[in-house]
């Protein structure tokens, strides 16, 4: 992080006039006593952006907050875990519809400033029976404990993924909360995670929008666990002005440093979603530089870091750079195999297309820690691209062979 | 297969003046037993065709061998596992020209008559000093044991892979014999596989290439394991005709029936090719109809054969349908959530985008064999698309984790 960015405590609660609250409602497993429903919300009227799963198969709760944010700012993220309301059709909808008029009528807003999301199993109706009533309850308690709504909003997460910095915008100081959720479906362009951030920073709607934008691109836009796509991804982000700022307009003074800022926060989520994927036991930032384009340079990485054989082979410390140089030649970008360098964690592991004269036992090493960079060099033009991806475990597929039996037969 | 068609004994040898040979050389590891050198010979000048791989990281027999097709017709496919002879350079260039050179010696051959083939560890060099001395020894044991010349080219496959078939061009009985390799890096578009195919037809040169294109493309071009391409794939077909059918020409009398019988061979080992996936345990036929497009419904066949998730419910017996459809949503193709049909096996599992009144016993019993058909219906269209593919095991990661360290510590 730059020096005008600092880390703070208060994560999401961390900005000035933001409240929330968690409850369990058992919404998985009645059984089953864990934090599943939370609520964040504005004390003040913001400006808001957000950003939400491309997949044509969307979620109800998608098509309803996007749909909300097209009329409204928002002032409330209603958010459940332990059901996705995906693939539920009409029922789906009504439900989606009627989570947010009780969350409105409790906070005395609008239907049309609440968002909400949803994250879980898909294809299974919304037990509303034991979410409905419990929504003014959880209005009522709202508060300042940032880390309970973090553990909400979990669902195969092992812990709860929360931040916040200041940064100066002149000469004032703002801040930006966040938490979100990964795990499985993790995937560029938005996966089966959800991002919510608070600021206090006063903020013109283009240059929160454009901000937002920015951000999901240069962080949860990069990273990949499995490749598949999630129907509920979601980052909104709201700011509501209380650190009293000269308004923040698109490209215009203090730009840049809430930018960065905003983008630092996201990327420091991202990352902690790979490094926190189903049974993942490595973050690899793959780093692709001399590309024709950058766009050539994007196709090597995700060909990469997508690629199950080379996963798996960072699984087992395996420095199999033949892997990686095969997923090159598929990506679809020029290649030239004899211009081609590899580096493992900054070690030679290929030069020109060959293999490197360096000890198997340094190579082994170099991929052996929880965190590794693998660095690619085309050596053919001026394109790059990062993205940060992980390896492929047998705990993974032993994780997630039986979800949607287990759900139907409880 | 039509009722034109009729497999026969033989395999490889089963056409009219065909001869093979296979040998132990110890490639991978000299200490091990194991036939790895092969020989495949017309005693007939041919006319052949062939694909390689797309990947632009190709093996250097991949390029002298599509090199010497263009300048000559081929009589004779010299091929060995152990050692794809891939990532190797100047040096790799010179060992796959020296092969077919002592190939064309002992044969009494031109040098680009001879087809070379290579499939095993990637990134090091062939060990000459083992393969080159023998070669004149295996031309020397040329016979009709197309068995063992189906083990030699075996790499991680568990089975050999052999078929043969006999089909009626007019009066005339022509024979087709092939033999197949697959394993790992299985794909779309060619992947670590080899197969050689041989014929007694009379078939002109304008038809083998046509029809071994058309044979690709319905058959190891629908296939999918891993979803990586190699650096080796190769299809080679060589026609002797000493059949004594009146020679068959593009688009003329026998080609429909030729090009049927070519089809279902290469069919046949492509289906064994991916039931024989490293670690694979199911075989599952994913088809897509009423798409857009064809292009359409291949693009949701692939989202959906070559998503992680979705091939790790299959493991587990899990009738996940909810995955199934979130790759539909995120293939590219044009899709309505609310018009799509998936079936499992035949049994109903999601109806217009929702879960079907289906019991989950019967659900999981559809999806519990060793082979079963996914059927997804996006009911806009016309467009179809069929695919071949597999589960994704705890064991498929395990046995992956650790070839390039193994090989390298030897």
Not at 33 to 38: K, M, S, V, Y
Not at 167 to 196: E, S, W, Y
Not at 231 to 238: A, G, K, L
Not at 333 to 348: D, F, P, Q, S, T
């Amino acid at each position: 992080m730059s020096k005008k960015i600092k880390e703070i405590e208060g994560g999401i609660c961390a900005p000035q006039g933001f409240q929330v609250a968690a409850i369990s409602c058992g919404i998985k497993n009645p059984a089953v006593e864990r934090l599943d429903l939370a609520l964040i919300y504005s004390e003040f009227p913001t400006v808001g952006s957000a950003v939400y799963t491309q997949n044509q198969v969307c979620a109800a709760p998608v098509r309803l907050s996007s749909s909300n944010l097209k009329s409204s700012e928002p002032r409330a993220i209603l958010v459940n875990s332990g059901n996705a309301n995906a693939c539920t059709g009409h029922t789906g909808m009504v439900n989606a519809r009627a989570m947010s008029t009780a969350a409105s009528k409790a906070l005395g807003l609008k239907q049309r400033e609440i968002q909400v999301c949803s994250t879980g199993i898909i294809g299974v109706q919304m037990p509303m029976d034991r979410i409905e009533p419990r929504i003014a309850e959880l209005a009522g308690s709202l508060g300042t404990d940032g880390d309970a709504a973090a553990r909400a909003i979990m669902t195969s997460d092992t812990f709860p993924k929360s931040i916040a910095v200041s940064v100066k915008i002149g000469d004032q100081k703002v801040r930006i909360g966040a938490i979100a959720k990964g795990a499985g479906m993790i995937n560029p362009h938005m996966a089966t995670m959800l991002c919510f951030v608070t600021t206090d920073a006063a903020v013109s709607k283009a240059e929160i929008t454009a901000a937002t934008r920015e951000a999901v691109d240069v962080s949860f836009n990069r990273i990949t666990v499995d490749g598949d796509m999630s129907t509920n991804d979601t980052v909104i982000v709201m700011a509501n002005g209380q650190a009293g700022n000269k308004t923040i307009t698109r490209g215009g003074a203090g730009s840049a440093e809430f930018r960065e800022a905003l983008g630092q926060v996201m990327l420091c989520l991202a990352k902690r979603i790979v490094a926190d994927g189903e049974r993942v036991t490595k973050l690899v930032e793959v780093i692709v530089r001399g590309a024709a384009s950058n766009l050539d340079a994007e196709r090597v990485a995700r060909a990469v870091a997508n690629s199950k054989l080379v996963k798996c082979s960072w699984n087992g410390n395996d420095p199999n750079w033949g892997r990686i140089i095969h997923a090159v030649g598929y990506s679809g970008a020029r290649v030239k195999e004899e211009m081609v360098n590899i580096h493992l964690n900054g070690v030679l592991a290929a030069q020109n297309g060959l293999a490197a004269p360096t000890a198997i036992e340094k190579l082994s090493e170099a991929v052996s820690g929880p965190e590794f960079t693998v660095g690619i060099d085309l050596n053919i033009g001026r394109g790059e691209f990062t993205i940060y991806t992980s390896d492929l475990s047998p705990e993974y597929v032993l994780f997630n062979r039986e979800e949607y039996s287990l759900n139907r037969k409880k």
